[in-house]
């Protein structure tokens, strides 16, 4: 049988396809950011406001010497424990900590985990590893400033959607390379694999995040290496031969996501080599699914499950 929407998630797609300008030229990454950018804008605009949930604005400092701002998210009287390091999405070329800002505070709000978004430097302004380093910059400044923020070490998790999925997994690597624990990677639909690139006819009629679009953040980030066998594991943490050692992994994506094959082959390869894993692959749901159908029952069941992940740390 063919692919098909989920009924609840068809209309609200269908009005985003009808405000959205014509899809940019493959490779022109301004335009894609201009535009992918004022759209996360149209949705922020309409998200909640989370009062308990108090903010502050820190720096660190990248492998480079670069200011890396950070911001520190927590509810007023949370108890000391856990904390997430968040990457958000953005095709590695796009999104900001405020267009994110509901996003995290929806999800301290709910859990009462406090959160520490990270921003990185984008390509193709920044490129190869230095999203990842930027971030493990991010998680070693935790480290180091846990106990003046209440946080228990041990209890650290990297989590991060789409192109910060792929930026979490590939600093879980880092931090395994690195010798830090972590308690877990939530990796919601993240983007692991610089090789795909072949477009699916079966999927393409649902593509919110499309094969072009994956072409131009991919070749931003690596340029020249892009399509070779140079590239880093750090970038597309789908290349890395060796996956023991990882962090427990919670992976989540949409069955009408382009990213569905290299996500699930992902969490395989982790289960295969004895690492725990979480996976969820929702029927009838494209990339990005929750932040354009929130109130979906489908939607409604994958923050459930994230809030659950998140709480258990």
């Known amino acids: 049988m063919p692919y ?15 405000r959205q300008p014509p899809a940019p030229a493959r490779g022109d990454w301004r335009a894609l ?6 759209f996360m804008a149209a949705i922020a605009g309409g998200a909640p406001t989370y009062d308990d949930v108090e903010t502050r604005a820190f720096t660190a400092r990248a492998a480079d010497g670069a200011p890396i701002e950070l911001r520190w998210y927590a509810k007023g009287g949370a108890a000391p ?3 997430v390091v ?6 590695m070329i796009l999104g900001t900590l405020d267009l994110y800002d509901p996003v995290v505070k929806a999800y301290v709000a709910a859990t009462g985990t406090p959160f520490l978004s990270v921003d990185y430097r984008l390509a193709p302004e920044a490129h190869g590893e230095m999203l990842v380093r930027d971030t493990f910059a991010g998680l070693a400044w935790l480290i180091e400033h846990a106990a003046e923020h209440g946080v228990d070490p041990a209890r650290i998790a990297l989590m991060g959607d789409s192109a910060g ?6 600093t879980a690597i880092l931090a395994r390379d690195q010798g830090v624990a972590l308690a877990r990677q939530i990796l919601i639909y993240p983007m692991l694999d610089d090789r795909t690139q072949t477009p ?8 919110v995040w499309t094969w072009d679009n994956n072409f131009t953040g991919w070749s931003a980030l690596l340029g020249d290496a892009f399509g070779t066998d140079g590239v880093s594991p750090l970038c597309a943490p789908a290349r890395l031969k060796d996956v023991s050692g990882l962090a427990p992994a919670y992976i989540e994506v949409g069955e009408l996501d382009i990213f569905r094959n290299e996500d ?3 969490a395989r390869r982790l289960m295969a080599a004895g690492i ?3 996976l969820h692959v929702h029927p009838g749901a494209p990339h990005a699914f929750e932040r354009f159908a929130p109130d979906s029952a489908i939607a409604r069941r994958a923050m459930a499950d994230r809030i659950r992940a998140i709480k258990s740390l």
């Not at 968040?86 to 095709?91: E, I, R, S, T, V």
């Not at 999925?165 to 590939?170: D, Q, S, T, Y």
């Not at 699916?200 to 593509?207: I, K, N, Q």
């Open 4 to 18: 098909a929407l989920d009924p609840e998630i068809g209309a609200p797609l269908a009005a985003l396809v009808e």
């Open 33 to 38: 950011r201009t535009i992918t950018n004022e």
């Open 81 to 83: 424990g856990p904390a």
């Open 86 to 91: 968040y990457a958000h999405g953005g095709g």
């Open 165 to 170: 999925g792929g930026i979490a997994a590939g």
């Open 200 to 207: 699916d006819a079966a999927l393409a009629p649902f593509a």
């Open 264 to 266: 699930v082959d992902y």
């Open 276 to 278: 725990p894993v979480e």
